[in-house]
């Protein structure tokens, strides 16, 4: 199902990937409630082909963050919705029935932080740079960040991220857990891409249950944990597909793991 966009996001296809770019370099992709909404109805409409999707931006910046020209005064009822907005838009990300990769590049500060957190693999240029500036204009995080960034980061450097406005590069967020890639400048896209055909080669249920099941049962207790290991390990390897694969690499048709 086809879903219009905004001027401020495009749309691409590469075969089963794709690409959702951030379209508004001239405000360093600075985020608009109009493109929140852009982004939940494509997630939430994508076409039953995309095995794949790839987050970008065009510009030097992935993402500054929020735009602030939007700020206005709000009661708190009227805060707490415009939260929940954000909320609804990057769950539908996080829970897509697809991997979801991002290139990053320059800026990814506030909102654009709490996007990037979304996805479930992040490729970072040499030129990014991480912050959380809200601390310092009487803000506080409102687009899920709370709950994501501290899985990856902790909740000690978050704080010290929002306290004392500490930036963190490329380099020091593949070391931290912010990106699990770290490549040359102008480079971003098209290794994200690489890693996004490659994962489009996978069985569709083991994608889904990486994505969806994994991060659930890694945070349940080991008892329930180990249940819904067992479930979601029965039901992938009882597919057909599964059967095909493991066939293929028993008869010697598939290649075998090596050293990198």
Same mark, same amino acid.
């Given at each position: 199902m086809e879903t219009a966009l905004p001027p401020s996001l495009r749309v691409e296809r590469d075969g089963p990937v794709a690409i959702l770019t951030l379209a508004r370099p001239e405000k360093r992709n600075a985020i608009s409630d109009t493109m929140v909404r852009g982004i939940e109805d494509f997630f939430r409409n994508l076409e039953p082909t995309?095995?794949?999707?790839?987050?970008?931006?065009? #510009?030097?910046?992935?993402s500054a963050g929020l735009d602030l020209s939007e700020m206005a005064e709000r009661s708190s009822f009227e805060g707490?919705?415009?939260?929940? +907005?954000?909320?609804r838009a990057f769950? *539908? $990300? *996080?829970?897509? %029935?697809? %991997?979801? $990769?991002?290139?990053?590049r320059g800026a990814v500060v506030g909102g654009g932080l709490e996007l990037a957190a979304t996805a479930h693999i992040r490729v970072a240029e040499q030129s990014t740079f991480y912050a959380l500036p809200e601390g310092q204009r009487g803000l506080f995080v409102g687009g899920g960040a709370s709950m994501r960034i501290p899985r990856l980061i902790g909740v000690s450097r978050m +704080?010290?991220? +929002?306290?004392? #406005?500490?930036?963190?590069? #490329?380099d020091e967020g593949e070391r931290i857990g912010l990106n699990q890639y770290l490549v040359e400048d102008g480079t971003g896209l098209s290794v994200a891409m690489d890693l996004?055909?490659?994962?489009? *080669?996978?069985?569709?249920?083991?994608?889904?249950?990486?994505?969806?099941?994994l991060p659930l049962i890694a945070e349940a207790n080991p008892r329930e944990g180990s249940m819904m290991e067992s479930l979601v390990a029965a039901l992938a390897q009882g597919t057909d597909d599964a059967k095909s694969r493991m066939s293929d690499f028993l008869s010697g048709r598939a290649a075998k793991v090596a050293r990198p």
């Open positions: 995309v095995r794949v999707v790839v987050l970008a931006a065009d #510009g030097d910046h992935f707490v919705a415009h939260s929940q +907005m954000w909320h769950r *539908e $990300i *996080e829970q897509a %029935p697809v %991997p979801v $990769i991002a290139a990053l +704080m010290d991220m +929002m306290l004392t #406005g500490r930036r963190y590069s #490329g996004a055909r490659r994962v489009a *080669e996978n069985p569709p249920q083991t994608n889904f249950a990486v994505t969806q099941a």
